[in-house]
């Protein structure tokens, strides 16, 4: 058992290029999520699926597109990457509003 | 916005009480509170949570005011590996849409000093 596994570890792109985070989980979660983490600062939802098939934007959406490509997996995209978007993004799941949410290793991210 | 107050930061001795308060003065009544703590950049951990009774598990104790306003997580023996940045979470326990969202504020950052 897992957990929540992100892939790369660390990724750094110019700006312009595009590139996929991606997330999978082994616990038969029902939520996932999508977080960035800023330096010093708290962690803010750019987007979040509720369940298999659906998506909804978080607080900090633009930039990015996600995919639920099935249960396991949520990926992030981001089409024409910018140096704001220099930042660490933890994935996370859950399998109902009732339990906790689980992290994955995060994903470091650095835009030139 | 997060819903709740932290200090930015905190000392403790290792081997003694450590004690992180918070405030949540507009909390619901369908609302817990949530504590996760992020150890260097790793993913948030989850440590404990209630609603308005005071909780214990291996690893904290939550205590929670009668008012629900506030709450103090204590770690009774802190060790260095307790480094962290400690985030106190609001949160609506109901099914669908953003209720259920996590809101993370700055936290508190904690150092265990020998």
């Known amino acids: 058992n897992a957990g929540v596994t992100q892939t790369p570890k660390f990724q750094v792109l110019k700006t312009g290029q595009s590139m996929t985070l991606q997330c999978a989980q082994d616990m038969n979660h029902n939520s996932m999520y999508w977080y960035r983490q800023d330096p010093g600062m708290g962690l803010r939802l750019i987007y979040y699926s509720a369940s298999e098939g659906t998506t909804d934007k978080g607080e900090v959406p633009n930039g990015y597109n996600v995919s639920r490509l099935n249960k396991r997996e949520f990926s992030l995209r981001l089409e024409s990457a910018a140096p704001s978007q220099t930042s660490v993004y933890f994935c996370?799941?859950?399998?109902?509003?009732?339990?906790?949410?689980?992290f994955g290793p995060g994903t470091r991210l650095l835009v030139l | 916005d997060a819903k709740t107050t932290q200090p930015p930061s905190m000392d403790c001795a290792e081997g003694r009480a450590a004690n992180l308060p918070c405030n949540h003065s507009?909390?619901?009544?369908?609302?817990?509170v949530y504590w996760y703590r992020q150890i260097h950049s790793q993913g948030p951990q989850y440590i404990i949570h209630?609603?308005?009774n005071n909780e214990t598990n291996e690893m904290a104790s939550l205590i929670i005011t009668e008012d629900r306003k506030s709450s103090t997580l204590i770690l009774p023996h802190a060790t260095l590996r307790d480094t962290a940045v400690y985030y106190c979470?609001?949160?609506?326990?109901?099914?669908?849409?953003?209720?259920?969202?996590?809101?993370f504020g700055k936290g508190t950052k904690l150092s265990v000093k020998p």
């Open positions: 979470i609001v949160r609506s326990l109901y099914y669908g849409g953003s209720q259920g969202n996590l809101i």
């Open positions: 209630g609603l308005k």
């Open positions: 507009t909390i619901s009544g369908n609302e817990y």
């Open positions: 996370a799941s859950i399998r109902n509003n009732q339990e906790t949410q689980y």
